[in-house]
């Protein structure tokens, strides 16, 4: 289920631990010494101030856990927690932190190493988040600004205008998983069900909270400075020259393999699931095995769509190629 609610509160003033939750950082390092601390400096600067650190550091060979060290001795261990990372790539180390039962707060946010938080990025969200019932899968997410590697702002990422629902969630991800915020509910539904298939963390909880019938607010304004540099492991999905390569990309099977990862991975969800949205996913499944006509016939039941005309016009040209 979507939702309207609109962000007011970017002027935020720091709040009282005693009236607020605690919120769950889950940063995932490898290799990051050259942008490391200004992350972390930009968490220590958020105004909503009630928050613990779970670095999970995936085997980096330069600085990175030094760094981490030192914010810890400054921070403190009881806030500031390093843990070593399964070393299967971006994805399996956030899965493995929101598999960890003893990680455990109101609220968890995604944190990369070289973005830079806006001082309101925590407050904001949870704002939202505190809107919703604690046993309703809830999820802010939202755009990002665009900075180079000398944190100089140089766009934005695209404006998606569509509600989010488990029919874009099949076809697209949303935003990037460093604005994403979630509540215990969704956590717990992740721990249990997440696996090694998972593609992107942040694609999967986006799948995972429509799937179950959650909540998602996607926020317009932009509360995270995305680093754009030659480092990225996925870069900013703008721009026309990134449109034509996840073109080439989606008609050259990957979004037929990614999809077909994906539907493995929500097998576990089914019993949780919406009869409606159990009706989306079958005529999806569907039109993946189907003839051309046929392909075209469940497609267009299922109902699914991505955010762009563009986008749209991609998929309809992967079911006819037989890409999806």
């Not at 979630?182 to 942040?202: C, M, P, Q, R, W």
């Not at 996607?218 to 721009?239: K, L, P, T």
Request: aromatic fraction near 12%; charge should be positive; include cysteine.
């Amino acid at each position: 289920m979507s939702d309207s609610f609109l962000v007011k509160e970017s002027n935020a003033v720091s709040v009282s631990n005693e009236t607020i939750g605690k919120v769950a950082i889950l940063l995932c390092t490898y290799q990051g010494e050259r942008y490391l601390a200004q992350q972390i400096d930009s968490i220590i600067s958020q105004t909503y101030d009630n928050w613990v650190i779970y670095a999970s550091d995936d085997g980096s060979q330069d600085h990175t856990l030094e760094i981490l060290r030192v914010y810890q001795k400054k921070i403190g261990a009881e806030r500031f927690f390093i843990l070593s990372g399964p070393q299967k790539g971006y994805a399996n180390n956030f899965i493995s932190l929101v598999k960890k039962q003893d990680i455990s707060a109101e609220y968890y946010a995604f944190c990369d190493q070289d973005d830079i938080w806006s001082v309101d990025k925590l407050y904001v969200a949870i704002q939202w988040l505190k809107k919703c019932a604690v046993d309703t899968p809830s999820l802010y997410c939202g755009r990002t600004a665009l900075v180079n590697e000398f944190g100089v702002r140089v766009g934005n990422s695209p404006l998606f205008k569509y509600p989010p629902s488990f029919k874009n969630a099949l076809v697209q991800s949303l935003a990037g998983g460093n604005t994403m915020v979630f509540n215990h509910a969704l956590k717990a539904i992740a721990g249990v069900t997440a696996n090694s298939d998972v593609i992107s963390h942040d694609w999967w909880f986006y799948i995972l909270v429509t799937a179950c019938g959650g909540r998602v607010y996607y926020d317009f304004e932009s509360h995270v400075s995305y680093r754009q540099h030659s480092d990225n492991v996925i870069g900013a999905n703008a721009g026309v020259l990134s449109g034509f390569t996840r073109l080439r990309k989606m008609l050259g099977g990957r979004f037929l393999e990614w999809n077909r990862r994906n539907i493995k991975a929500i097998d576990p969800l089914k019993e949780r699931m919406p009869p409606s949205n159990l009706m989306v996913l079958e005529n999806f499944e569907r039109a993946r095995c189907s003839p051309l006509l046929k392909r075209c016939i469940f497609l267009i039941r299922s109902g699914v769509y991505r955010q762009t005309l563009q986008g749209n016009l991609a998929l309809w040209v992967a079911v006819l190629l037989n890409r999806i």
